[in-house]
Nanobody, 122 residues
Framework: QVQLVESGGGSVQAGGSLRLSCAAFGYIPSNYCMAWFRQAPGKEREGVARIYIGGDFTYYADSVKGRFTISQDNAKNTLYLQMNSLKPEDTAMYYC???????????????WGQGTQVTVSS
């Protein structure tokens, strides 16, 4: 069993930065992937960034590419999302997720955090 706990959300003006953290409690195998998702009111959940525990391969949604950076500290069992040049459209609840990598772009996320709110004002 894995428990994920996000932190670091808050309110920031456009152009500002925030760093989200996701602390993982429990063993996460090397064949897992971890990711950040977000969901704004009235919109579908969107995958933001993904990283593979066994390597450094990362994926970013086009909407955040060049502005967001996903990283992991395996010693601390923590996933990060550094968000720079924030825009009002980045406002959403951000969720951390973990699950088995099936190869390619396929990850089966079966562990989710409770979310942390990010609000960007213009």
């Amino acid at each position: 069993q894995v428990q994920l706990v996000e932190s670091g959300g808050g309110s920031v003006q456009a152009g500002g930065s925030l760093r989200l953290s996701c602390a993982a409690f429990g063993y996460i195998p090397s064949n897992y992937c971890m990711a950040w998702f977000r969901q704004a009111p009235g919109k579908e959940r969107e995958g933001v960034a993904r990283i593979y525990i066994g390597g450094d391969f990362t994926y970013y949604a086009d909407s955040v590419k060049g502005r967001f950076t996903i990283s992991q500290d395996n010693a601390k069992n923590t996933l990060y999302l550094q968000m720079n040049s924030l825009k009002p459209e980045d406002t959403a609840m951000y969720y951390c997720a973990a699950g088995v990598s099936y190869g390619g772009d396929l990850c089966g996320y079966n562990y989710w955090g409770q979310g942390t709110q990010v609000t960007v004002s213009s």
